[in-house]
Nanobody, 123 residues
Framework: QSQPVESGGGLVQPGGSLRLSCETS????IAWFRQAPGKEREGVAC????????YYVDFAKGRFTISRDNAKNTVYLQMNNLTPEDTAVYYC????????????????????WGQGTQVTVSP
């Protein structure tokens, strides 16, 4: 099984938008995480295998949207109204679905990680 591959990062001005992509398998639950300089990695959002279930952490609600196109083996993270506090390396991670367990971006639930893509929000 291959690891996820992220793309779409870059430099954007405050208030701008970016869409990250994660090339992965449709067999897995997918989560996005991020790690800002000097901070621990934190969960952002996750999506079920068929895309019918999603979960967002508080700072992502209303600004970020996770989606997937299994025909393209791709998961997306649309990020709007970005602020400098969103500057981080963003990681995509794949995990197996857990029976009767709420969908959450918790690191220990994800076994395969991408290399990350840098997002920088700056004037």
């Amino acid at each position: 099984q291959s690891q996820p591959v992220e793309s779409g990062g870059g430099l954007v001005q405050p208030g701008g938008s970016l869409r990250l992509s994660c090339e992965t398998s449709a067999d897995y639950v997918i989560a996005w995480f991020r790690q800002a300089p000097g901070k621990e990695r934190e969960g952002v959002a996750c999506i079920s295998r068929r895309g019918e279930g999603t979960y967002y952490v508080d700072f992502a609600k209303g600004r970020f949207t996770i989606s997937r196109d299994n025909a393209k083996n791709t998961v997306y993270l649309q990020m709007n109204n970005l602020t400098p506090e969103d500057t981080a390396v963003y990681y995509c991670a794949a995990g197996f679905p857990l029976f009767d367990t709420p969908l959450r971006p918790i690191e220990g639930r994800y076994h395969s990680w991408g290399q990350g893509t840098q997002v920088t929000v700056s004037p």
